[in-house]
């Protein structure tokens, strides 16, 4: 049977009894055996719970606990023997489960006589299993209608319209942050009034990419709380609503994106407060525009991820793993290929919600500040709210950019949020 605190073997506690009944003291069988003082001890203990030591035999299933014995005139007239049962099998952690706490109770010895486990579903498992459903329900997602492309497009250009850490589904009370209000019906609003401000603003670039940086919805579960840690976050709404919610913005984006552009690349980068969020996302994009050859979804369930235009080389990861000093090391590594064979590389990470630009030896890498206004945790920094349009040229790298912040594009698109769930009319 294995033991629960420490494994001993068999062939070492049959060699214990053997000298034991040979009159050999505990200190003669650890010399014998080569092993310390106490470590001889627990295997005559050991041996004594089996009945090895000249009890009657011990139950199946059980151990010899206590012994009593009563002598009279100098003579053994009776004993007895307390047995209780053996203890259980080794634990395993159940599929699935990854062991957050474990709380014991140990004799003299060190042996577990009770232990308490306590587990927690494992947040990548829980992703991996909702990847697969998702997957196995594609032919019955209905798939969106190619629309018609725009007439006139520059070819060698491609705008960057990049958000992050919009935390749709947070609370924010301006009496406490000073930093605004916000909710699931202003975060929706938001997204919608930056995107049409935007749009209207950029170049009419053939290309356009909806770089969504990560931590779209505020928290992962019914539970509001961060996945990994799980810190107690200030929300708004039910988890159905933030879902709700989220899939009327990427529908409302692309739309609107794909009026303004003949191709669209997609990315919902991994993040640290909706890792299965975003994978859903992208599962549910993918299948949905499944028909529409002029919106490509990158699936890649990792961290990193690149889209490569011409001459220039675009890297997203949220920054949750790396940031700003040493991001750009593991993403050429990753994509050396494409890193290779392109002149002009950038890369772009959050997760901090404050700009940082920085140029190193390999590319450029770009910080990005949020929209959103911060909860009562992010108050303690101080940062501007605003979110960027980057236009690239095949040949020549970054050709310009547009900025505009929270405050300017409040109003710029006449959608109404729909905090009730009921779908609103679409944004252009």
Same mark, same amino acid.
């Given at each position: 049977m294995?033991? +629960?605190?420490?494994?001993?073997?068999?062939?070492?506690?049959?060699?214990?009894?053997?000298?034991h009944?040979?009159?050999?003291?505990?200190?003669?069988?650890?010399k &014998?055996?080569?092993?310390?003082?106490?470590?001889?001890?627990?295997y005559? *203990?050991?041996?004594?719970?089996r009945?090895?030591l000249?009890?009657?035999?011990?139950?199946?299933?059980?151990?010899?606990?206590?012994?009593?014995?009563?002598?009279? $005139?100098?003579?053994?007239?009776?004993?007895?023997?307390?047995?209780?049962?053996?203890?259980g099998?080794?634990?395993?952690?159940?599929?699935?489960?990854?062991?957050?706490?474990?709380?014991?109770?140990?004799?003299?010895?060190?042996?577990?006589?009770?232990?308490?486990?306590?587990t927690?579903?494992?947040?990548?498992?829980?992703?991996?299993?909702?990847?697969?459903?998702?997957?196995?329900?594609?032919?019955?997602?209905?798939?969106?209608?190619?629309?018609?492309?725009?007439? *006139?497009?520059?070819? $060698?250009?491609?705008?960057?319209?990049?958000?992050?850490?919009?935390?749709?589904?947070?609370?924010?009370?301006?009496?406490?942050?000073?930093?605004? $209000?916000y909710?699931?019906?202003?975060?929706?609003?938001?997204?919608?009034?930056?995107?049409?401000?935007?749009?209207?603003?950029?170049?009419?670039?053939?290309?356009?990419?909806?770089?969504?940086?990560?931590?779209?919805?505020?928290y992962?579960?019914?539970k509001?709380?961060?996945?990994?840690?799980?810190?107690?976050?200030?929300?708004?709404?039910?988890?159905?609503?933030?879902?709700?919610?989220?899939?009327?913005?990427?529908r409302?984006?692309? &739309?609107?994106?794909?009026?303004?552009?003949?191709?669209?690349?997609?990315?919902?980068?991994?993040?640290n407060?909706?890792p299965?969020?975003?994978?859903?996302?992208?599962?549910?994009? &993918?299948?949905?525009y499944?028909?529409?050859?002029?919106?490509?979804?990158? +699936?890649?369930?990792?961290?990193?991820?690149?889209i490569? *235009?011409?001459d220039?080389?675009?890297?997203y990861?949220?920054?949750?793993?790396?940031?700003?000093k040493?991001?750009?090391?593991?993403?050429?590594?990753?994509?050396?290929?494409?890193?290779?064979?392109?002149?002009?590389?950038?890369?772009?990470?959050?997760?901090?919600?404050?700009?940082?630009?920085?140029?190193?030896?390999?590319?450029?890498?770009?910080?990005?500040?949020?929209?959103?206004?911060?909860?009562?945790?992010?108050?303690?920094?101080?940062?501007?709210?605003?979110?960027?349009?980057?236009?690239?040229?095949?040949?020549?790298?970054?050709?310009?950019?547009?900025?505009?912040?929270?405050?300017?594009?409040?109003?710029?698109?006449?959608?109404?949020?729909?905090? $009730?769930n009921?779908?609103?009319?679409?944004?252009?």
């Open positions: 294995t033991d +629960t605190y420490h494994s001993i073997p068999e062939g070492r506690i049959a060699e214990a009894v053997r000298l009944t040979e009159g050999k003291s505990i200190r003669k069988i650890a &014998a055996l080569g092993v310390a003082y106490a470590t001889a001890n627990k005559i *203990h050991r041996a004594a719970e009945g090895q000249g009890t009657e035999p011990v139950l199946p299933g059980f151990r010899i606990s206590q012994t009593t014995a009563v002598y009279r $005139d100098g003579a053994l007239r009776a004993e007895f023997v307390q047995q209780k049962p053996e203890k099998e080794e634990f395993e952690v159940p599929a699935g489960h990854t062991v957050k706490g474990v709380s014991a109770l140990v004799d003299a010895e060190g042996r577990t006589i009770q232990q308490w486990v306590k927690r579903n494992d947040g990548q498992e829980q992703a991996s299993a909702l990847a697969a459903a998702v997957e196995a329900f594609k032919d019955e997602i209905p798939r969106a209608a190619p629309v018609a492309a725009p007439e *006139h497009t520059i070819a $060698d250009l491609l705008n960057q319209y990049t958000i992050t850490d919009h935390h749709l589904g947070a609370l924010a009370w301006n009496e406490e942050t000073g930093a605004g $209000d909710d699931l019906r202003i975060g929706e609003q938001l997204v919608i009034d930056w995107f049409a401000a935007a749009i209207a603003q950029s170049p009419p670039a053939e290309r356009a990419v909806f770089a969504q940086l990560g931590d779209f919805l505020h992962d579960s019914f509001s709380v961060t996945p990994e840690h799980q810190h107690q976050l200030d929300s708004d709404s039910r988890y159905p609503k933030m879902v709700r919610a989220a899939i009327r913005i990427v409302a984006v692309i &739309a609107m994106l794909l009026q303004k552009h003949k191709y669209l690349d997609v990315i919902m980068c991994d993040a407060h909706d299965a969020g975003e994978v859903w996302l992208r599962e549910m994009l &993918a299948a949905f499944d028909h529409e050859p002029r919106v490509k979804v990158d +699936t890649n369930p990792g961290t990193y991820s690149v490569e *235009h011409g220039v080389s675009l890297f990861h949220h920054g949750h793993r790396r940031g700003t040493n991001v750009d090391s593991i993403l050429v590594g990753k994509f050396r290929r494409i890193y290779g064979r392109t002149q002009f590389s950038y890369a772009h990470t959050g997760h901090k919600h404050s700009d940082e630009l920085r140029t190193t030896d390999l590319m450029k890498v770009e910080q990005h500040e949020t929209l959103a206004a911060p909860d009562a945790y992010g108050s303690n920094w101080l940062s501007g709210r605003s979110a960027k349009v980057i236009t690239y040229h095949k040949e020549f790298g970054e050709d310009g950019r547009v900025t505009l912040s929270a405050a300017r594009v409040m109003g710029a698109s006449k959608r109404l949020a729909a905090n $009730d009921v779908p609103a009319r679409a944004a252009a």
